[in-house]
């Protein structure tokens, strides 16, 4: 399968890298790209966990006050 790239700065980053690595082009930006979506992957995960913890952290004390989802929100659907 083939690819091209048509932007001259991406062309010339990625044979500096082939070259100071040892590695042929396809390999330096299948290594690069696998970095990249393993960071991108890894931050999302994370961002997640984050969210799930303050909802699991703020949930109880809604409960206590008997707070309920509608009460989160106005007549239009919007956020009090």
Do not use: C, F, W
């Given at each position: ?5 048509k ?12 070259a ?8 330096a ?31 109880p ?8 989802v509608?009460?989160?929100y ?7």
């Amino acid at each position: 399968m083939a690819l091209t790239i048509k932007n001259d700065e991406a062309e010339s980053m990625t044979r500096e890298l082939a070259a100071i690595t040892g590695e042929s082009i396809t390999a330096a930006v299948t290594i690069a790209v696998k970095q990249r979506l393993d960071l991108i992957r890894r931050q999302r995960t994370s961002r997640a966990a984050a969210l799930l913890e303050i909802g699991r952290s703020v949930a109880p004390v809604l409960r206590a006050r008997g707070a309920e989802v509608e009460d989160l929100y106005d007549h239009v659907g919007l956020p009090t």
